[in-house]
């Protein structure tokens, strides 16, 4: 049993009844806070499950967690529920078995309790469930989707290919605030849909966004799709041009003393040059056509000689042919001479590459060089700091520098301006940041272990500034009032006087022995006062 000291009961006693309900309430107060501060310092951290839920998935959800004896939290909305940080990776596994939530798509675990007797059309129905639920588990995993509901039309088969029907899909999304999808990104989950269900074409697939915006293009729709992937292909060009130039001026200037900017349209065209020349300085022979006659006449005889020219008919052989007849010599020759030359030739296809740079354009802002001010400090104030723009030097050194990292070409139309201005500074220190840094990573390491920790510290500065000032004034004793004389009370008031305090006279003594210069200059005012009285 406790017992209470003897001076602390006694003081309480001491306190009239309005004080002694307000010490109780105090007390009673100060006691309470810290057990509560205890329970604080257990409860556990609770984190999301599941967010965005339908409502029948919410209540089945929760009517688990009751089942598991967990404890769990549910928003205002009613669509997100939370649970203890350390269990919720093992409730999602479990959740999971059970085939919840359901807003995401049954899987191919529906087949896991297929019932018996099930018709046809309830398994091709399921099937169809299925297919689309894997689709859209599948197509959640990208970082930029956060819901997904997927959609399949497939037609029954027919006997004649010219009766059958093309399957189609639309999937819908909903995407991070903040966070689009790329052409590309769009195109691999048409291609996923397409790839996944037979006999689906991709230009048979639809996505579109939860405001109803259509993403993907249809096969009729080459156009528009090729434009979009030459906008994108421009802004890679251009980004990685920036890059370039900007990881190039922070190794010369610093971190966040330069802005770069490039601007580099492209040429999508597809070129072909068919280009046919000829050389009139080179000839070469393309046919020859040769023909020789000659006719002899001696002694009267005529002898004709025929044949191919150029062969035996011009080579004499000995022997005669034709008539002999008359006399005299006669000779003729002919000769016939056709040649054909053709001029060289050449035919050339130039075929140019798409995507080429047509033109760049590159705008660089540079920040100049801050000085220490007239008093010398090399504190990071601005008010210590000067201004000074860099050199028309070293601004031409930069262009140079610039003009080698993008390819700089003037024939091309290329144009570079450098400017140098000065920056406006509201960047955080560098200590700040680290410091905000660090403590962000010890709450997130140690933020469960230091938690409880806090609330008993709490609960020690409640027990050492409350309740100790008040057992402390409690237990101090009671001044006793001063006893009256045993032979009553005093007769006057000068006698009443005479026990609480000192006479004049001896008040007198002890300020004329504390002050005694004052004292003196009192007396001399006293005695020439007298003195005029006399005269």
Known sequence: ??????????????????????????????????????????????????????????????QELGKLSVSYE????????????????????QLASLGLPESAGVGFEIFDRSAMGATPFTQQMNYRRALQGELARTISQISQ???????????????????????????????????????????????????????????????????????????????????????ETQRRVEHDLEQRVQSMLDQVLGQDK?????????????????????DPNSQVVRSENRSQEKVLEQGGSRRVEQGVPGVSSNVPSGQTSGATGGSGQKEAKRKNETLNYELNRKVSKIVEPTGAIKRLSVAVLVDGTY????????????????????????????????????????????????????FESTAVPAGEEGITGTVQSIVATWGGFLKPVL???????????????VALNLSKPISEPALLASDGLPATVAEVEAQIRETPQEMAI????????????VIRGWIKDEQEEKV
């Open 1 to 62: 049993m406790w017992i209470v000291p003897e001076s602390l009961l006694k003081n309480f006693q001491a306190l009239t009844p309005t004080q002694r309900i307000g010490v109780v309430v105090v007390l009673a107060l100060a006691l309470a806070t810290i057990p509560v501060l205890m329970m604080m310092g257990k409860e556990p951290t609770l984190v999301v499950l599941y967010s965005h839920l339908e409502p029948d998935d919410t209540r089945s959800i929760i």
């Open 74 to 93: 549910v928003g205002e909305s009613g669509n997100v529920i939370k649970v203890p940080a350390e269990r919720v990776h093992e409730l999602r596994l």
């Open 145 to 231: 989707v956060e819901r997904v509901r997927v959609h399949l039309v497939i037609p029954e088969k027919r006997l004649f290919s010219s009766e059958q029907k093309s399957a189609q899909a639309a999937v819908v999304l909903t995407l991070k605030r903040g966070n689009p999808l790329g052409g590309s990104q769009v195109q691999g989950i048409v291609h996923l849909v397409a790839s996944s269900v037979e006999g689906l074409e991709p230009g048979q697939v639809t996505v579109v966004d939860n405001h109803g915006k259509v993403l993907s293009q249809n096969a009729g729709d080459d156009d528009a799709q090729m434009t979009a992937s030459q906008i």
């Open 258 to 278: 330069s802005v770069v900017r490039v601007t580099a349209p492209l040429e999508f065209r597809q070129v072909e040059i068919t280009e046919e020349s000829f």
């Open 371 to 422: 000085e220490a001010g007239a008093d010398g400090k090399a504190d990071n104030s601005e008010e210590t700091k000067k201004y000074t723009p860099r050199t028309e030097q070293e601004i031409q050194n930069l262009i140079q520098i610039i003009k080698k990292s993008v390819g700089f070409n003037d024939e091309r139309g290329d144009q570079i301006e450098v400017v140098n201005v000065p």
């Open 455 to 469: 609330f008993f510290v709490l609960g020690l500065l409640v027990i050492w500034f409350v309740i100790r000032p």
């Open 510 to 521: 002890k300020m004329a022995a504390q002050n005694p210069a004052s004292a003196a200059h």
